[in-house]
Nanobody
Framework: QVQLVESGGGLVQAGGSLRLSCAAS????????MGWFRQAPGKEREFVAA????????AYADSVTGRFTISRDNAKNTVYLQMNSLKPEDTAVYYC????????????????WGQGTQVTVSS
C-alpha cells in the first residue's frame, strides 16, 4: 500500500512558477513509477509527466514539455513537479499517482492516487 499526499498548489500569475510535491508513505516507494496528472473543470483527467522508479526515464505531455520538470528523491519518498512559465490553461487540480507499469501515459496504469492540489493561473 502507498499513500500519496500532494502539496504546493496555489494561485499564481501567468508566467510564474510553482513546485508541487507528493509525499509517499510505504517502504516500497522506490519500486513505483510516479506520475502527475491534472483535471480541469469539465475536462477529463490528463497526463502531465511521469518518472521511472530510478528517475532516469521521464515522460512529458507535449503541452508542458520545456516548462515542467518531474524529479524524485527516493530517500525522501517524494516526487516533485517544477512548473515554470505557467499559463492560464494550466489551471487544474493536479494529482500524483504511483504504479508499477511503464505505461506512463495512461491513468489506468497507476494503482494509487493522491487527493489532488489546486493550481490556479491568473491571466
Amino acid at each position: 500500500q502507498v499513500q500519496l499526499v500532494e502539496s504546493g498548489g496555489g494561485l499564481v500569475q501567468a508566467g510564474g512558477s510553482l513546485r508541487l510535491s507528493c509525499a509517499a508513505s510505504g517502504r516500497s516507494f522506490r519500486s513505483y513509477a510516479m506520475g502527475w496528472f491534472r483535471q480541469a473543470p469539465g475536462k477529463e483527467r490528463e497526463f502531465v509527466a511521469a518518472s521511472s522508479w530510478s528517475g532516469v526515464n521521464r515522460a512529458y505531455a507535449d503541452s508542458v514539455t520545456g516548462r515542467f520538470t518531474i524529479s524524485r528523491d527516493n530517500a525522501k519518498n517524494t516526487v516533485y513537479l517544477q512548473m515554470n512559465s505557467l499559463k492560464p490553461e494550466d489551471t487544474a487540480v493536479y494529482y500524483c499517482a504511483a504504479g508499477v507499469s511503464n505505461n506512463y501515459y495512461s491513468a489506468l496504469a497507476y494503482d494509487y492516487w493522491g487527493q489532488g492540489t489546486q493550481v490556479t493561473v491568473s491571466s
